[in-house]
T-cell receptor, first 114, second 113 residues
Framework: DVKVTQSSRYLVKRTGEKVFLECVQDMDHENMFWYRQDPGLGLRLIYFSYDVKMKEKGDIPEGYSVSREKKERFSLILESASTNQTSMYLC?????????????FGSGTQLSVL | LAKTTQPISMDSYEGQEVNITCSHNNIATNDYITWYQQFPSQGPRFIIQGYKTKVTNEVASLFIPADRKSSTLSLPRVSLSDTAVYYCLVGNGNSGGYQKVTFGTGTKLQVIP
């Protein structure tokens, strides 16, 4: 089974703090994604990466950055957390070259910014 | 990437068959249709995927008409544990070597005892 592990299930941070959300996958997948999910808004794509050190902006990249130094690890960084970044964050992976759109998700990190 | 439209919510009694329809009018020739299920406080999980006609697995069936501009996810004899949000996605994993995958707001299915 594919395993996508997010480092924290729940996280509480203060406004202005730098926050790191980590995601590790064990399936050697090329593509990795960060989403946030808010009530009534569904899943919105923040950033994605299709290779080590490569990244592309998603629909809502403002206030976030990402890092992909190793293929298995994709980090989401909130440089200066704000209360409007309180959300559920979901990491996902996808295999390059697959003939379909099958994504594998982690369990999510519920981030609260106070 | 093809945009999808689904009902925001649906209610069903236990034991009934539930059909959730997704519209994707600008689907491309090489796009697949994929459905995900998400329970509260969990990430979405893949349930079924198809290209045309009908696909069935142990969880659901997926019906796709000839024009492929819509698809219907069918859940047979739902139980309370099927209460979840269901997302329809349309896209192609081979497009340009990488892709941006965007979810809509999904359909919240509430199964009633």
């Amino acid at each position: 089974d594919v395993k996508v592990t997010q480092s924290s299930r729940y996280l509480v941070k203060r406004t202005g703090e730098k926050v790191f959300l980590e995601c590790v996958q064990d399936m050697d997948h090329e593509n990795m994604f960060w989403y946030r999910q808010d009530p009534g808004l569904g899943l919105r794509l923040i950033y994605f990466s299709y290779d080590v050190k490569m990244k592309e902006k998603g629909d809502i990249p403002e206030g976030y950055s990402v890092s992909r130094e190793k293929k298995e690890r994709f980090s989401l960084i909130l440089e200066s957390a704000s209360t409007n970044q309180t959300s559920m964050y979901l990491c996902a992976t996808h295999s390059l070259g697959a003939t379909n759109e099958k994504l594998f998700f982690g369990s999510g990190t519920q981030l609260s910014v106070l | 990437l093809a945009k999808t439209t689904q009902p925001i919510s649906m209610d069903s009694y236990e034991g009934q068959e539930v059909n959730i329809t997704c519209s994707h009018n600008n689907i491309a020739t090489n796009d697949y249709i994929t459905w995900y299920q998400q329970f509260p406080s969990q990430g979405p999980r893949f349930i079924i995927q198809g290209y045309k006609t009908k696909v069935t697995n142990e969880v659901a069936s997926l019906f796709i008409p000839a024009d492929r501009k819509s698809s219907t996810l069918s859940l047979p004899r739902v139980s309370l544990s099927d209460t979840a949000v269901y997302y329809c996605l349309v896209g192609n994993g081979n497009s340009g070597g990488y892709q941006k995958v965007t979810f809509g707001t999904g359909t919240k299915l509430q199964v009633i005892p």
